[in-house]
């Protein structure tokens, strides 16, 4: 069983940068494939980015050039730093891991972008 902590979320203006962390517990994180994904409000979850177990990794084009997704194994943690951030980033971000048939999400932290 893997716990997914996320944090990092808030209030930022247009243009601004956030980043945010996922903390998991109970499993390494190095196997898993690991996504980070939103849902703002009356809006569906949409895929935000994702890192492999080898490291590659891929995004919404929503973001691409904005978002960038790492991981830290030794700290079994998952970031996603977030600039020039724009009012339609405004959602709840989860973090998702994966590997084979076991999946896990983290409770989601809120990321607001207004002026």
């Known amino acids: 069983q893997v716990q997914l902590v996320e944090s990092g979320g808030g209030l930022v203006q247009p243009g601004g940068s956030l980043r945010l962390s996922c903390v998991a517990s109970g499993s390494s994180l190095s196997i898993y494939a690991m996504r980070w994904y939103r849902q703002a409000s009356g809006k569906q979850r949409e895929f935000v980015a994702v890192?492999?177990?080898?490291?590659?990794?891929d995004y919404a084009d929503s973001v691409k050039g904005r978002f960038t997704i790492s991981r830290d194994n030794a700290k079994n943690t998952v970031f996603l730093q977030m600039n020039s951030l724009k009012p339609e980033d405004t959602a709840v971000y989860y973090c998702?891991?994966?590997?084979?048939?076991?999946?896990?999400w983290g409770q989601g932290t809120q990321v607001t972008v207004s002026s």
């Open positions: 998702n891991a994966v590997r084979g048939v076991n999946n896990y």
């Open positions: 890192i492999l177990s080898g490291g590659a990794t």
